[in-house]
């Protein structure tokens, strides 16, 4: 083993406990929680070593990065997705590589995604991104709907062809009423899941909490946790 690879061994190692005692702690089974690791900045090369060690999802929030680091890692059993704010003139690139999109938050998104997965005949998991610090223009700081946006965007999912609705994302806010409240925060998301999946059963992803509040994630009930930091360090960004 490499001086790197056995870096995240051991990273991996201690974000899985972290994993299974907030799993145990909320009464929950293991299996229960995803663990995705969000590779940006990070090299194909991390992305190859993670695979060897097991990882099986991945994460990007830049087209321009991941496009070819998702290139070079093809012959991987990798499931990507792309958790960051996306332009439409991103999607064809972006629709060639992810398996989900975490953050779709608007009706363009959802046609250009709808077009670009048709003409790659691929479907894409598609999971809307909910803004808990939404302002009056229905949108959040770092992206997202409010939750009054939620029902609209899923039955455009729903309906569009190469389209499949996974369920709920949000970043923990900055602002408003949930700032520094991350457990109350997540616990709205899952709020909003299981009103969601009253007319969506199938959609019952709850993508929530990073590095350092995977633990209130998966108190509140999350599915899915992105971790970057904690397993893979920090380091300059690329170029």
């Keep these: 083993m490499t001086d790197r690879k056995d870096e995240l061994a051991a990273n991996l190692a201690k974000v899985e406990e972290r994993i299974a005692a907030a799993c145990a702690a909320a009464g929950r089974p293991r299996e229960e929680v995803t663990l995705i690791v ?10 190859r070593m993670l695979a060897e060690l097991g990882v099986r999802h991945v994460a990007e929030n830049r ?33 060639g590589y992810a398996d989900l999109v975490q953050s779709v938050d608007r009706s363009k998104l959802v046609t250009v995604l709808s077009k670009e997965a048709v003409r790659a005949g691929r479907e894409v998991g598609c999971l809307i991104q909910v803004a808990l610090d939404a302002d009056e223009s229905g949108r959040g700081e770092r992206g997202g709907v409010g939750p009054e946006g939620i029902e609209e965007l899923a039955d455009l999912i729903d309906g569009a062809p190469g389209l499949r609705l996974g369920g709920l994302m949000t970043v923990a ?50 599915t899915h946790v992105r971790v970057g930091t904690a397993v893979l360090g920090v380091r300059a960004r690329l170029g």
Excluded: I
């Excluded at 012959?75 to 999607?91: A, C, E, R, S, Y």
């Excluded at 199938?202 to 999350?222: I, K, P, R, T």
């Design 38 to 47: 969000v590779t940006k900045t990070y090299p194909a090369s991390d992305v």
């Design 63 to 95: 087209d321009q990065d991941a496009a070819p680091k998702a290139a070079a890692c093809a012959d991987l059993p990798l499931t990507w997705h792309f958790v960051g704010q996306l332009q439409t003139n991103k999607v064809r690139s972006v629709v």
């Design 173 to 222: 806010p900055l602002t408003g009423e949930y700032a520094g409240r991350q457990r109350a925060a997540f616990e709205r998301l899952v709020d909003l899941s299981s009103d969601l999946r009253r007319a969506h059963p199938a959609a019952n992803m709850v993508s929530a909490g990073m590095s350092a509040d995977l633990e209130q994630a998966v108190a509140a009930g999350a």
